[in-house]
């Protein structure tokens, strides 16, 4: 286990509703990034959060956000669901915001489905 | 070109073979690499990184082309436990700080 954590570990929606995912980071680590993975694709980085600062996003429009708290645990937050947004959403720690050497530790996922 | 491509499979082997992956990158300044595995309905787990020209651990090598900007996976005498995702990863050299993973190869291993 990675002592990455998520919830919920599942979660049904609907159109139009908002939804909040949790993460919380492995102990020591101070970065978190978010990853949405649809059906069939590799994950798609959605945004990173160092020390409680947005450190870098994707392409996902501005209904995709986030917030780090100073434990360093993470939210991400999605407005106005559409049905593509229907995926596995995955938290990832590091010890630093910078990956081209550090490894990322996901977490479980969460399993989101827009109805 | 998309930044990174990997052949979807699936790659059904039989136990005890030998089988590759490849995967290529059009990011030429990417200096860094890595081989996540990731297990049906589960999270991505870092299998290897590759920093130079390759990398073996046990029964799995990596090796990259960076003129060719080219990886590959071998795993040797397959394992039916090797039955997973093998997903391709390059880390971001500009800004953003992201991994960024191609669609995976899928491979069975069969008795």
């Known amino acids: 286990e990675t002592g990455v954590t998520q919830s919920p570990t599942h979660l049904i929606k609907t159109r139009g509703q908002q939804v909040t995912l949790r993460c919380s980071s492995q102990s020591g680590h101070n970065t978190v990034s978010w990853y949405q993975q649809a059906l069939g694709q590799g994950p798609q980085f959605i945004f990173q959060?160092?020390?409680?600062?947005?450190?870098g996003r994707g392409n996902f429009p501005p209904r995709f956000s986030g917030l780090q708290f100073p434990n360093y645990s993470s939210e991400l937050n999605v407005n106005a669901l559409e049905l593509d947004d229907s995926a596995l959403y995955l938290c990832?720690?590091?010890?630093?915001?910078?990956?081209?050497?550090?490894?990322?530790?996901f977490g479980p996922g969460t399993r989101l489905t827009v109805l | 070109r998309k930044e990174v491509e990997q052949d979807p499979g699936p790659f059904n082997v039989p136990e005890g073979a030998t089988v590759a992956f490849n995967c290529t990158y059009s990011?030429?300044?990417?200096?860094?690499f890595f081989w996540y595995r990731q297990d049906c309905r589960k999270e991505p787990k870092l299998l290897m990184s590759v920093y130079s020209s390759g990398n073996e651990d046990g029964r799995f090598t990596a090796q990259l082309n960076r003129a060719s900007q080219y990886i590959s996976l071998l795993i040797r005498d397959s394992k039916l436990s090797d039955s997973a995702t093998y997903l391709c990863?390059?880390?971001?050299?500009?800004?953003?700080?992201?991994?960024?993973f191609g669609t995976g190869t899928q491979l069975k291993v069969e008795l």
């Open positions: 990011n030429s300044a990417s200096q860094s």
């Open positions: 990832a720690s590091s010890p630093d915001r910078f990956t081209v050497y550090n490894e990322q530790f």
């Open positions: 959060y160092y020390r409680e600062e947005e450190n």
């Open positions: 990863v390059v880390p971001n050299t500009g800004g953003g700080n992201k991994l960024t």
